[in-house]
């Protein structure tokens, strides 16, 4: 404890002395709300998540593809920030956070208030129109039966007009990057310009395996200073100044704390 004590102190003096800090986030961020990780749901379905995730499975497999996604939306709009999004909140209205680039689909920093955050992803709190485009809360493909779930997890949940369009009966999907395609471009161009831009590079919650974004902290560690905060290694562990394996909520609420102590009063609102 007393080294991820002494670690904390500095990455908490480093970050008040960053000029341009940039946060990188990943699903050990959205567990700690209690969302739990796509791949938990494995049970749930005949083959992996992974699989089902793509936009082949969408047109060939449509009772599988749109049921996972019920699912995942139900649980997304379940949970709310937890203190660690409010903590990335509060600096950036401090003039102490410029970017938030995140894995993550389910707007948790939104609604925590951050306002600079890059959604590499896409979001998974709307879906839009394959035929006019046109785009919803993504509730609006959740089922309007009450017992729907129970359906699911007995195996006889069948998805229906739910999953079309009001206007033009074309089919929806979720607004997030699905298994084989590209990032958005302008989030990705966005990201990696931040990465270069940072002089202090923080990893929240994320194993960095998935590619491209591990990209980001790795091409930000060739200028910036490298934090890494997760309960796991990851493979940039060498590559970081700190690491501290730990929760990111009770983590970030400790440096936060050390953060304002040392800021002048004039300064917090």
């Known amino acids: 404890m007393e080294k991820f004590s002494r670690e904390m102190e500095e990455l908490a003096a480093a970050w ?3 000029e341009i ?16 990780d796509f791949r938990s749901a494995q049970g749930l379905w005949r083959q992996r998540p992974e699989s089902i995730a793509t936009l082949a499975a ?12 019920q699912w995942r939306i139900a649980r997304l ?4 920030p937890n203190p660690g999004h409010r903590v990335l909140s509060q600096l950036e209205q401090l003039g102490r956070l ?3 680039i995140t894995q993550n689909i389910d707007g948790l920093h939104q609604r925590a208030g951050s306002q600079q955050v890059t959604e590499l992803h896409g979001s998974l709190r709307q879906v839009s129109c394959t035929q006019c485009g046109a785009d919803y809360d993504s509730r609006q493909m959740l089922p309007r039966q009450p017992d729907w779930e129970a359906e ?4 006889r949940h069948q998805p229906g007009e739910e999953c079309k369009c009001p206007k033009c009966e074309g089919w929806l999907r979720p607004a997030v990057v699905l298994f084989g395609e590209n990032l958005p471009a302008d989030a990705w161009s966005d990201a990696l310009t931040w990465s270069v831009r940072s002089d202090l590079f923080i990893v929240l919650g994320s194993s960095l395996v998935v590619s491209p974004a591990n990209t980001c902290p790795e091409l930000a560690a060739d200028s910036a200073r490298l934090a890494i905060i997760n309960l796991e290694p990851t493979p940039l562990d060498d590559l970081a100044t700190w690491i501290i394996r730990d929760r990111v909520a009770e983590t970030l ?3 936060r704390d050390l953060i304002v102590s040392e800021i002048p009063l004039g300064e917090i609102e």
Do not use: D
């Open 16 to 18: 008040l002395e960053a």
């Open 152 to 155: 699911l997890q007995a195996g």
């Open 58 to 69: 969408m047109r060939t497999q449509p009772e599988e593809f749109y049921s996972f996604y």
């Open 98 to 100: 410029r970017k938030i």
């Open 21 to 36: 800090p940039v946060v990188f986030t990943g699903a050990g961020m959205s567990t700690e709300s209690g969302l739990p």
């Open 77 to 80: 709009w379940e949970v709310a």
């Open 253 to 255: 609420l400790k440096i």
